[in-house]
């Protein structure tokens, strides 16, 4: 309603804008991002036919190396660089969908326990003390056996296991703001708790939040890969890194390449979004800013 | 001379732009001399003691001038001498004694490790401790050597303190605000304590303060900052008696006294620049807010005067000006007939604690005990107390933040001790509460307009935005801010205008009752009055009743017609202000207007 020339979030926006973790890692997952979309397009061959006489031939620039394969082929004769393309498809699926699940999920369950306190706060903290008490590969492992093979399934099993890294630390966050007299002011201004919770409590934990979920979708990759490579994600015929992964351990001295690009392909993603998580929390948190502030004033 | 100060200028980079955060500052400290240093927050007090110490913020640098300790420039010495020199020869006691004190070692370890720096034989250290402890008057040195510093209370952490710093028999003591983090009963007694020691030990001592009143006590010679510029120095008597800068007259007739007529405080406008501001500021940094000022000031800095001997001012003839009438203050004492709008009836409030894993209680925490008070239309009620005595307490009762254990509360005629949906809203429709701090009052995320009309925003649907808009522009110019402040964020704000939207915000809905807890503890005195004055404004205006919560006598006898004075979570006192000033009752209530420095230099002070 009133003119906003300059507003914190904007300023933070501008901030993020100029930060060259954010700018370098967003330039990555855009890349990233633009070639899961046109996969179909670019990859030069079928990720999953398979040519018996061309197995495990090394990437261009070495010598045996056939023009059809740019990166080289498996044990089965697959093209490499396909399957690596394809592979990211189901990276960027699974990060994108399963951070954000489990960001929904986790920054409820942190509101209402931050918030209301009592019986409710305990009952969420002792559930995550619970739930992080399992390894979390194990979990999944286990979850996964129930549910069966599958990428949506891997994102529900994300969703279900990580859900707990946002609602401790935002939780917490949630406890600071809540003791702010700003909190008490709008009560007693008439807000209700929702009201209270949306319009104060939120934009006050959002920063952190999107910080949080950036750094998760880099974990989301490391899991699905994880859980790829002992076989329990996606069905057979989809390609993965970390199935690519599997199937390059058995000949991995014969051909290091195949084991070498997914884990690069891997690196490079998990890096782009932690690094887009540091530079936005550099720039989004308003204590680390005024930190900064004061010390040049 | 101790400490010889000439033309000392302190500059830092702001906003690609060098500043001279502190300009031409001179003064000399004699040996065993009290040197006040009066001035504002921001007016860079604590940055003489900072560029001694060397813990000035980085980019702050000397860049003229020179402070001159026993024929070594401290601007320039090298960091071995100035190490030597440190923590034996100079000596400073800090502002928050709790936090100058590592609460993982006891009060033995500290004295231990002073002393070794001190090359004292570790056969001695122990006892030299407790003589050292002993001498600032703490029961039993031998215990508290063993004891932690969270054990310890406010004062007590300050006397281990004062201790150490006297006990390399120092040349010169820097004392940062030794008192402000204190309750005022304990302020006096640590202000004595500290000049005693210094009388004791024949110490030159830089007394840093923003109270011109405790700096005229305390020291010898006084002399006032502003904006980093030193505007007036002379002998302490005279400084606060006849204060000839503009400024300084300013400031004294900024504070509320404790005796004699109340006339209305001269509140000036706007507030001390900050370092970015100064850039813009050539000439007489006061000049923008001096009520005396000509166009000529804001172009020349006007060079120190002689007016006395050892008095000087940095002012121009013209600035001598007459300041400002100020006329008395009618305090509209409301008939004791008139139906009261709040009776707060016997009121408890209790804390039980939780129980511990084996179900025991905690003994109960009695915070409020039996209180009892109205509150009329139109009546500016004062709630006195020190930390603990349970003060804000009854304001939370008061607002429906608290549930009272015992009691009543009956607000127009309707009871509304409980808190249900229904009390709420009747609450909420009448009274409005205005927080002590500020900056934890209003959220950074959101514009001053859409802050002060919060109360409407409640109520979803049923104000339109231009309706919000024409409210949020009437409550800036009831409050006194400018309307451009509609879409800043509160952190582009100062103290005092923070604390006008704070007060917006309560008005927004019209209440008929307001409670100010505590609301101009953290202002500095020119800002504060302006807030107090705004507040008789509010009254006068509105007639609008306030339950007014505050730990100062003398602002409490500024605005309030009534007060009661709480101790212990009690009752100790009431009655009309002129009452209780004029012969008060109970020990704690003489306690506190003893604990104050009186208006009166002559007045011994603090009382024996």
Known sequence: MMPTPATPLRQAARRAARDPAVVAGTILLTLLAVVALLAPWLAPNDPQAQDLLSTLLPPRWLSGSDARFPLGTDTLGRCTLSRLIFGGRVAIHVAVLAATGAMLLGTTLALVAGYFGGIVDRLVSRCIDVWMSFPPVVLAMILLVGLGAGVNKVVLAIVLIDWTRFTRVIRSEVLIVRRRDYITAARLAGASHIQVLWREVLPAILPLTITLLSIEMGIAVIVEAILSFVGLSVEPDVAAWGVLIADARQTMHQSPWGILFPVTAIFVTVLAFNLVGTGLRRSLDARLVTARVDATA | M?????GLTVSAPIDGQTVEILRDIDFDIGAGRVLGLVGESGAGKSMIGHIIARTQPAGFAVSRGSLVYDGCDLAHADARTLRALLGDRITFIPQEPLSALNPLRSIGVHC????ARLDVPRSDRRRRSVAALSKVRLADPERLLDRYPFELSGGMSQRVLIALAFASNPALVIADEPTTALDVSTQATIANLIRRMQRDHGTALLFITHDLRLAAHVADDVMVLYAGELVERGPARRVLETPQHPYTRALKAAIPSLRGPIRRLLALPEHMPGPAQLARLPGCRFAPRCPVRDATCAGAISALREIAPRHVVRAK??????????????????SAAAAPLLTVHSVSKTYNGTRDWRGRLPPPVEAVKKVSLTLRPGEILGVVGESGSGKSTLARLVMGLETATQGSITLEGEDITRTSARTRSIRLAAMQLVFQDPQSALNPRRSVGSIVTQGMEAQGSRFTPEQRLAR???????????????ARYPSQLSGGQKQRVNIGRALCITPRIMIADEIVSGLDVSVQAQILNLLLDLRERRGIAVLFVSHDLAVVRYICSRL?????????????????FASPQHPFTRELLAAAPPDDLGAPWPRP
Request: hydrophobic content about 45%.
């Open chain 2, 472 to 486: 949020a522009r009437e409550l800036l110019a009831e409050t006194g801010l400018p309307p451009d402040l509609l």
């Open chain 2, 112 to 115: 231990d490790e002073h002393l």
């Open chain 2, 2 to 6: 101790i400490l010889s100060v000439r």
């Open chain 2, 317 to 334: 003839q013209a600035c001598e000006a007459t300041m400002p009438e100020r006329p008395p203050v009618d305090r509209m004492t409301v």
């Open chain 2, 564 to 580: 009661i004075v709480m101790w212990r979570g009690e009752v100790v006192e009431s009655g009309e202000i002129e009452a209780v």
